[in-house]
């Protein structure tokens, strides 16, 4: 809910940046601006380079970049300035491209701003088990270690590492002002 | 003495948003200070001073966020929390009188006049209206842990791509830290737990030992945490360690349905005189003519309706339900600890953060739900100890090393709370500004003393901005036009001062009347920007 006060701020701040942010293991929240400027000279090489004079679309391009880089899917985003993201697969990187997708007689994709690079968190327990078990002195003095290193203990049982739910949130004190 | 088979770390986060409004008279939501002051934090002090009275042993964990220092630490809010106590005392006086033929209420309304009595006799003259001395006092002798957060509470994980702005917040969080209690912090609280790498290496160049996460920032780690949540681990390359919340403990006490203070004995936090009694009666203890709470409540919860007929408090029995929750909640985390000493290789450690301000506020018996939870864990068993996690790692120095899952304490136990579709519209404008003030910061080498203010305040302004408070209060339904005035207002501030700074003619009147309404941090220095990665290296001077 926005409400108008005397300190509006830019609809626009006449630059060109995509920004990625994780919401959590299965979504991300993509926004971006992109200057009339970048876009027309974006739509003006496009054409050039890919000879045709074909509909010029902004684009949002997705990679998934964990092991390589692997292209995933492009979304349209006419007048849009953000998107929310959602995978299946959690423990991801990604990061994203937005251009002109040009058709013509060849299709080609022009880029206008690279995203930054985003991990989503792995969103339950890990398989590694492997354990180092060290002090803090050890961490930074590796030269100690296998001098005195503790020996790893065993792992608490797997229902432990599963039960997580969340709602034991706090309530927050700014939220509990009015009546019901 | 005998080892104990486990080890409970107590934690209370203290935190309000900054709210100071000193261009009005009266502010409606600065009352969220002063109802703290009355409900949560002087309860808190007494319940601390009773401790030490009768020499209980007791070691509790706590964070004190800057802007609530700031808060406490303010001449303007100390004057105007001892005018509003006072008028509270005259209000409930007037409550004795009206209850006069009502027994149950009348005496509920003398409890009032004591409870406000009580609480301007220590704020005034017990603590000479400084509470964060106060506070202090018990860390140095050694009962409290006082731990540091961030500049503004900012919710981290989603301040800034580029971390310049993460680190800005842990930077000047411990700067402020050790300027409130003259030491360094051992421990951080991340705002709402909200954790994710590289922030452990940015508390590992503050010096800072351990940070608290989610549950699942241990349970999710990489490898296993072979303990779960019952023991820290550290983070790879920083070696700080991270603790993580228990989860029984914690739904104990937060649960909306399982948790103690949903019981019907303790006291109803909705039913308020300030929307109960007859709006030209309560009017001039109203801030700005709006029904809002006042802080006489006069039921207890009753039963399962929200809406149902309430029936009068009763302090004996909502004291004694406490004392009982307080044994339960002992017994619980003995057969927890027992449990886990058959399985693990030493004595475990169960993390139970809460909020402070649920503490006497929401739940007005927690402070007593507390006093007799400390008194029974010293003296009616000895399974466990209370520690803070700075002991903890002092007796276990040997820990896993893995790499914490990125997680919040908040609703599904990530961000979703501060990106959505009723507040998302804010990262833009927070990065956006950000940026044009560490590209200013880069530019200006040697500023004449005015610019120097005016990026000193441009820098105020936009960590005001980040606090988590706006985007939390944009997510629910109440006051969300205030936190979206309070973001758009900090925002366009920044903005204007960087505009001004950049075209050379800086507005000093009107830099003169932000420094002074938004006074946080007096001694902030921008150059604690130049360290950003983003903000690039300086040349020496002549260079």
Redesign the interface.
């Known amino acids: ?3 108008s ?1 005397k ?4 609809a626009a ?1 006449g ?1 060109t940046f995509l ?7 299965q ?1 991300i ?1 993509a ?1 971006w ?1 992109v200057s009339a400027d970048d876009r027309r000279h974006a739509e003006q090489y496009a054409r050039r380079q890919c000879s045709g004079d074909g509909q010029a679309r902004l684009v949002l391009r997705m990679y998934d970049v964990t092991n390589g880089e692997k292209y995933l899917f492009d979304i349209d985003v006419t007048d849009e ?2 998107r929310y993201i959602f995978f299946d697969a959690p423990g991801r990187t990604y990061r994203a491209s937005i251009g002109v997708q040009t058709e013509g007689t060849i299709d080609c994709f022009t880029v206008i701003a690279e995203s ?1 690079t ?2 989503t ?20 003095h590796p030269e100690t270690v296998g001098k005195g ?2 020996p ?6 797997l229902h ?2 599963w ?18 | 003495m005998t080892e104990p088979a486990g080890y409970v770390s107590i934690v209370l986060h203290a935190h309000l948003p900054f709210i100071r409004h000193p261009e009005h008279p009266t502010f409606l939501e600065e009352n969220w200070l002063f109802e703290a002051i009355t409900d949560c934090y002087i309860p808190l002090l007494t319940v601390f001073r009773g401790l030490a009275r009768d020499r209980v042993p007791w070691r509790l964990t706590m964070s004190i966020t800057p802007p609530l220092a700031a808060m406490l630490s303010d001449s303007l809010l100390q004057d105007r929390y001892v005018r509003h106590i006072e008028g509270l005392i005259d209000l409930a006086r007037r409550e004795v009188d009206r209850t006069k033929d009502d027994p149950a209420f009348n005496r509920l309304a003398h409890m009032y006049v004591e409870r406000f009595t009580h609480a301007h006799r220590m704020f005034n003259d017990e603590y000479g209206r400084d509470l964060l001395s106060a506070f202090a006092l018990w860390q140095q002798k050694g009962h409290l842990e006082i731990i540091a957060s961030a500049a503004t509470h900012g919710y981290l994980p989603l301040l800034d791509p580029n971390f310049d702005w993460v680190k800005a917040q842990i930077d000047i969080g411990v700067e402020a830290y050790r300027r409130a209690f003259g030491r360094r912090p051992k421990g951080f609280w991340l705002p709402e737990c909200g954790y994710a790498p590289p922030m452990d290496e940015m508390l590992a160049a503050n010096d800072v030992r351990y940070f608290l996460t989610e549950s699942h920032g241990l349970l999710h780690a990489v490898p296993r945490p072979r303990h779960g949540v019952y023991g820290p681990i550290y983070c790879p390359s920083s070696g700080v360690a991270a603790f993580a919340r228990d989860i029984e403990s914690s739904k104990q006490v937060w649960s909306a349905t399982e948790g103690y203070p949903g019981d019907f004995d303790y006291r109803e936090f909705y039913r308020d005189i300030g929307y109960d009694l007859d709006y030209e009666y309560v009017r001039p203890w109203l801030k700005a003519d709006v029904r809002s709470n006042i802080g006489i409540k006069y039921y207890r919860i009753t039963g399962p309706d929200g809406h149902g007929h309430k029936k009068p408090y009763d302090p004996d029995r909502a004291r004694e339900k406490a004392a009982l929750h307080a044994g339960n909640f002992m017994f619980n985390r003995e057969l927890q600890v027992k449990h886990l000493r058959s399985l693990m290789d030493r004595p475990s450690l169960i993390v139970a953060p809460y909020d402070a301000e649920l503490f006497g506020h929401w739940w007005f018996e927690g402070p007593q739900w507390l006093d007799f939870l400390l008194r029974k864990i010293a003296y009616d068993q000895s399974t466990f100890r209370l520690a803070t996690p700075s002991d903890y790692l002092e007796m276990f120095p040997s820990n896993q090393v893995a790499r914490p899952s990125p997680s919040s304490w908040g609703y599904n136990g990530y961000s979703e709370v501060w990106l959505g579709g009723s507040n998302d519209w804010i990262y833009r404008h927070l990065h956006m500004t950000g940026q044009l003030l560490l590209d200013l910061v880069r530019q200006i080498d040697w500023p004449a003393p005015v610019v120097r203010r005016a990026l000193n305040q441009a820098l105020r302004e936009l960590l005001l901005a980040q606090s988590s408070d706006w985007a939390f209060i944009m997510s629910t339904d109440t006051h969300v036009p205030y936190a979206v005035k309070r973001t758009k207002e900090h925002l366009s501030n920044c903005q204007e001062l960087c505009r001004q700074i950049a075209e050379g003619h800086v507005d000093e009147h009107r830099l003169r009347q932000l420094e002074s309404r938004h006074n946080i941090f007096p001694w902030l220095d921008y150059t604690v920007l130049r360290q950003q990665k983003g903000a690039g290296h300086h040349p020496a001077p002549g260079a």
């Open positions: 809910m926005h409400t006060t300190y509006d701020l830019p701040y630059v920004t990625l942010l994780v919401r959590d293991p979504c929240f926004f601006e300035q953000s930054n985003v991990r968190p792995p969103g339950r327990p890990s398989d590694i088990m492997e354990a180092e078990w060290m002090s803090f002195q050890q961490l930074f290193a503790s790893v203990p065993k792992s608490l049982p432990f590492f039960h997580y739910k969340s709602d034991a949130y706090s309530p927050g004190f700014t939220s509990m002002e009015g009546s019901d």
